[in-house]
């Protein structure tokens, strides 16, 4: 079993997306798994066939046969449970993920189902911009004390920032399957070596649309080919149908693809209270050097186009 750990508006759906398209391909099956509370409070995990507890989730899957998992609103709870798989977790600024979910719950966010965030969203579209904030801080908060608790030093997890790899998504995609052990050493580069790839993935595409051709699947490492061609059918551009990144739209899901929009948003009051509530978690996770960061500060976020977040502290 392979685990996939993410967080709530961390590219989760995108990172998500691109793993179970290649597996698709390699003949592993995909499951997703999430907590629908998420990021308001910690409540039952589902994969949308079956619901269950934090406690019970390692002995589903496994019953299940699992083979590449989605933990998209991931906690050391659900990592302690699964802590000997091989694993690739990945973290973004506190900062943006509070601006991301604000216009996300405000505006975009499919709420059918989901009572708490419908309430919240009718609170959001009820004050400004700052009071949103301010309010999607105190919704959020339990998603980045998630990130704040998290072990960033067990060996078998690969840790990344969201800003490095959507900022150079081949290169991060082809370090994920490498660390997975789920890649091959080298590319096909005879035409039968390349008959054989492709007969084996059309294969386990089919085999994986019917449960009654589970058996004729075969099982393989990917090329590089196919890593890099599924992360390019997911760039922003294809997600935005044209709009490039960039360039806002409050309205969708994709709104920008940049890192460090806070600074567009925060005020010192929001600033204030981030400071207050979260400490030196930017410090530890990466994102900064100390506490003096701010709105134009020297040496913040603000001032650099990606996160040095790889030096966990």
Same mark, same amino acid.
Not at 188 to 204: T, Y
Not at 218 to 227: D, E, I, S
Not at 286 to 291: A, I, L, N, S
């Given at each position: 079993?392979?685990?996939?750990?993410?967080?709530?508006?961390?590219?989760?759906?995108?990172?998500?997306?691109?793993?179970?398209? +290649?597996?698709?391909?390699?003949? $592993?099956?995909?499951?997703?798994?999430?907590? @629908?509370?998420?990021? =308001?409070?910690? #409540?039952? %995990?589902?994969?949308?066939?079956?619901?269950?507890?934090?406690?019970?989730?390692?002995?589903?899957?496994?019953?299940?046969?699992?083979?590449?998992?989605?933990?998209?609103?991931?906690?050391?709870?659900?990592?302690?449970?699964?802590?000997?798989?091989?694993?690739?977790?990945?973290?973004?600024?506190?900062?943006?993920?509070?601006?991301?979910?604000?216009?996300?719950?405000?505006?975009?966010?499919? +709420?059918?189902?989901?009572?708490? $965030?419908?309430?919240?969203?009718?609170?959001? @579209?009820?004050?400004? =911009?700052?009071? #949103?904030? %301010?309010?999607?801080?105190?919704?959020?908060?339990?998603?980045?004390?998630?990130?704040?608790?998290?072990?960033?030093?067990?060996?078998?997890?690969?840790?990344?920032?969201?800003?490095?790899?959507?900022?150079?998504?081949?290169?991060?995609?082809?370090?994920?399957?490498?660390?997975?052990?789920?890649?091959?050493?080298?590319?096909?580069?005879?035409?039968?070596?390349?008959?054989?790839?492709?007969?084996?993935?059309?294969?386990?595409?089919?085999?994986?649309?019917?449960?009654?051709?589970?058996?004729?699947?075969?099982?393989?490492?990917?090329?590089?080919?196919?890593?890099?061609?599924?992360?390019?059918?997911?760039?922003?551009?294809?997600?935005?149908?044209?709009?490039?990144?960039?360039?806002?739209?409050?309205?969708?899901?994709?709104?920008?693809?940049?890192?460090?929009?806070?600074?567009?948003?925060?005020?010192?009051?929001?600033?204030?209270?981030?400071?207050?509530?979260?400490?030196?978690?930017?410090?530890?996770?990466?994102?900064?050097?100390?506490?003096?960061?701010?709105?134009?500060?020297?040496?913040?976020?603000?001032?650099?186009?990606?996160?040095?977040?790889?030096?966990?502290?």
């Amino acid at each position: 079993m392979y685990i996939y750990y993410g967080h709530h508006k961390c590219a989760s759906t995108w990172i998500w997306q691109i793993i179970a398209g +290649v597996c698709k391909n390699i003949g $592993l099956s995909h499951r997703l798994v999430l907590d @629908r509370l998420t990021p =308001l409070a910690k #409540g039952p %995990l589902t994969d949308y066939h079956e619901t269950f507890s934090r406690s019970e989730m390692r002995q589903y899957l496994v019953a299940t046969k699992a083979e590449m998992v989605s933990c998209i609103t991931a906690d050391m709870e659900q990592a302690d449970a699964l802590a000997d798989y091989l694993g690739v977790h990945v973290i973004r600024d506190p900062r943006d993920i509070i601006v991301s979910a604000y216009f996300s719950h405000r505006n975009s966010h499919p +709420v059918d189902g989901l009572p708490h $965030l419908q309430q919240h969203r009718e609170r959001l @579209r009820a004050c400004s =911009l700052e009071e #949103g904030l %301010l309010l999607e801080m105190e919704f959020s908060n339990e998603e980045i004390n998630s990130m704040g608790e998290w072990d960033y030093t067990q060996p078998n997890v690969l840790e990344l920032c969201m800003e490095d790899l959507t900022g150079q998504p081949y290169k991060g995609f082809l370090e994920i399957f490498g660390f997975l052990g789920l890649l091959q050493a080298d590319e096909p580069h005879r035409l039968l070596q390349e008959l054989e790839v492709f007969m084996n993935q059309l294969r386990n595409r089919v085999a994986g649309r019917y449960k009654w051709l589970i058996r004729a699947r075969r099982p393989m490492k990917a090329t590089g080919q196919l890593v890099l061609g599924t992360v390019y059918s997911q760039r922003f551009e294809s997600k935005t149908h044209g709009r490039p990144r960039g360039e806002t739209d409050e309205n969708k899901h994709y709104r920008t693809g940049i890192p460090g929009d806070w600074v567009n948003h925060f005020t010192p009051s929001v600033i204030d209270l981030f400071k207050a509530r979260y400490g030196n978690l930017l410090i530890r996770i990466g994102y900064e050097d100390d506490t003096a960061w701010g709105l134009g500060a020297s040496g913040s976020t603000a001032s650099r186009a990606i996160p040095a977040a790889r030096v966990f502290r």
